[in-house]
């Protein structure tokens, strides 16, 4: 029997104890649980040496070797561990798709800076398509050049008859 009427010192304690790291563990996430054990070992000492020091026990040290969780608690662990992953790969999907988009930028003010850069990436898509497939392309052809082919013209712009 301890100090303060306690009958069974042993088996309050390690009531208090299994409360005590229900009540710590209910407030953190499974990555916390998971990767601070010392800091929640030492959360758990002080609560119980506060508690116990009235009956006249003093708790020398914490170990947490196996928790074992409700269905419903693994559920939700695995549920929030789950959106946080695919948070994480929206963030970086997102930060792909900026870097792609300032690439394309830099890409536009080279090609902005030489129209004929512009011309020969046009043919060198052209290229590409024809040796990946064998299929028509249909190729625009500038209206400006027709003037260069009009009636009379042979390689100079058409000069109406005067």
Do not use: C
């Not at 009531?15 to 229900?22: D, V």
């Not at 040496?49 to 928790?67: F, L, Q, S």
């Not at 536009?108 to 046009?122: C, G, K, M």
Request: net charge neutral; proline share 3%.
């Amino acid at each position: 029997m301890s100090i303060n009427n306690i009958e069974n010192a042993e088996r309050s304690t390690r009531l208090l104890a299994a409360t005590t790291l229900r009540n710590i563990l209910g407030t953190k996430t499974l990555g916390e649980i998971l990767s601070d054990r010392e800091h929640t070992v030492e959360l758990m000492k002080t609560s119980l040496d506060e508690a116990t020091e009235a009956w006249g026990v003093r708790v020398e040290r914490v170990e947490v070797k196996d928790v074992r969780l409700p269905i419903q608690l693994q559920r939700a662990m695995a549920a929030e561990a789950e959106a946080t992953r695919e948070a994480r790969a929206k963030v970086i999907a997102a930060e792909g798709e900026q870097k792609a988009s300032r690439a394309l930028k830099e890409a536009a003010d080279v090609i902005n800076e030489s129209p004929s850069a512009l011309q020969l990436r046009y043919l060198q898509t052209l290229n590409t398509i024809s040796a990946e497939k064998n299929s028509t392309i249909i190729f625009p052809f500038p209206m400006e050049f027709m003037n260069y082919f009009g009636a009379g013209g042979h390689g100079s712009k058409a000069n109406p008859k005067a």
